[in-house]
Each structure stands twice: as structure tokens, then as C-alpha cells.
């Protein structure tokens, strides 16, 4: 006898001893098993983010960090060091003609991890090393992590893909040889923001709003000589930076 047997992809009468399936009927039953499949995937896929201005995405990342702070994974000293640092770099980004969304995101998200766990942060490391050029001084120096962590975090969870603004978080504590003129501008944003009041930072402001490049020998000058006063180690990126800049600034004089 026969019985009619109904499946999520057709109707099959079929009788007490299999009936071998012309060609026709397994090319159809397989293109709607494959159209079901297809289906069933589209519907299991997450959505495609939404696109979003670098205007947008840095009020995103500012509230990001706002909420941050209530949670108390962030310092609001920290938040607001920030926003100053994305103010600053906004400046110096209208001065200096670099484009002044990226220089402000940059800015905003700088610091992004400087608060997390240590450990927190040396994961995010781990997961980046292949890409970051994370030297043994940095491995050394916890203090040295958040831009590194930073730089991931960014790339990993936030979908960043501009590798100008990953350099300016990463390379925003040590510098580095070769720099763009956005990692200048939040390297040197970063020193000194409104609220910076170190001995030398008049002078620095100074050199900065004449030129990234005199900026950048200052800064690095000031920079070495407090790691060098704690006894503190020399990342590679930093020696090869500063060399680069006094060649920079010998050349300027001459």
C-alpha cells in the first residue's frame, strides 16, 4: 500500500518498498532543501552594522565611556582628560590640516583602556601581538599597556579598520619612528590638553602650535628625561622616535 509521507521539504508518496527517485524529482527536492538552507542561514545571521559618520561614532564612544564611568570601570578624571585630549586634537587637526573627525575620534578613545585590568589588557595584547610590534620594554612596563590594549580593543570589538587612527592609539604613550601626522597630533594632544601643568608645558604648547615635528622633539625630550628620573625602560619605538626628531629639527636649523 502506499502511504503519503509529508517533510519540511516536499510531499512523497512512496509504497511498502522504495521507489528510486528519477533525476527531475532529486534535482527538485534538492534545490528546495538548498533554498530552505539558504533561508534558514539569512535568517541566523546578525544584521550588518549600521554605518555610521566618524562624527557619530565618536558622540558613540564618548557615551561609551560615560557609561564606563558609571560603572566604575573608568575614572571620571579619565573621562574628562579625554574629552579635553578629543578638543585638542581637533585643534591641532584644523591647524595642521589633518582631517579633524578622525583626529577627534582618535582622541576620545585614546585612553579607552587605561583603566582596565591589568590582565584584561594583557589579553587584549596577546590577541594583537601578530600586528602590534609589541617590543620586550612594553611586555615590561604595565603602564605602556592601554594604548597596545587599546589599539585591539578598538580593531576587535569596535569594528575599527582605519589604521591611521589604530596607530594613533597605539602609538600614543611611546611614539614611534616614521609617525603620521595623526599619531603626532594625539600623541602631542595627549601632553597638552587644557588641563596639563608640568614644568615645561608653555614651551611645549609652543612648539607644538609651530610645528608637529619641533612638537614632537620637545615632547619626547620631556618624556624620556621623567622615564629616565623613574628609572623607568626605553621601548625601542622611543629611541628610534627621538633620534628621528633631533635629525628632524638639526635639519630645520640649518
Request: aromatic fraction near 6%; include cysteine; proline fraction near 2%.
Amino acid at each position: 500500500r502506499q502511504m503519503c509521507i509529508r517533510d519540511r521539504y516536499s510531499i512523497s508518496c512512496i509504497s511498502g518498498r522504495k521507489r528510486k527517485k528519477t533525476a527531475k524529482e532529486s534535482k527538485g527536492i534538492s534545490m528546495a532543501k538548498e533554498s530552505v538552507i539558504e533561508k534558514m542561514k539569512h535568517k541566523m545571521q546578525p544584521p550588518p552594522p549600521k554605518e555610521v559618520s566618524i562624527s557619530e561614532a565618536t558622540e558613540s564612544m564618548r557615551k561609551v565611556l560615560e557609561k564606563q564611568v558609571s560603572e566604575e570601570t573608568m575614572r571620571k578624571e579619565r573621562y574628562e582628560h579625554s574629552v579635553r585630549v578629543a578638543a585638542e586634537c581637533k585643534r591641532l587637526a584644523q591647524i595642521y590640516h589633518v582631517n579633524e573627525d578622525l583626529a577627534e575620534f582618535a582622541g576620545m578613545v585614546h585612553d579607552i583602556c587605561k583603566d582596565m585590568k591589568a590582565d584584561d589588557q594583557k589579553a587584549l595584547m596577546e590577541a594583537g601581538k601578530d600586528d602590534l610590534d609589541i617590543t620586550e620594554e612594553e611586555w615590561n612596563t604595565k603602564k605602556l599597556w592601554h594604548g597596545i590594549a587599546g589599539a585591539q580593543l578598538m580593531r576587535q570589538k569596535y569594528c575599527m579598520n582605519n589604521q591611521h587612527v589604530l596607530d594613533a592609539i597605539r602609538y600614543h604613550t611611546v611614539a614611534r619612528k616614521g609617525m603620521m601626522p595623526l599619531e603626532q597630533i594625539v600623541y602631542l594632544a595627549d601632553m597638552t590638553e587644557a588641563e596639563r601643568n608640568f614644568i615645561d608645558v608653555h614651551t611645549l604648547r609652543a612648539a607644538v602650535n609651530q610645528n608637529l615635528n619641533l612638537g614632537m622633539y620637545y615632547a619626547l625630550k620631556i618624556s624620556i628625561a621623567n622615564v629616565l628620573d623613574k628609572g623607568g625602560l626605553l621601548p625601542r619605538h622611543t629611541i628610534e622616535a627621538y633620534n628621528q626628531y633631533v635629525q628632524i629639527v638639526a635639519g630645520m636649523k640649518d
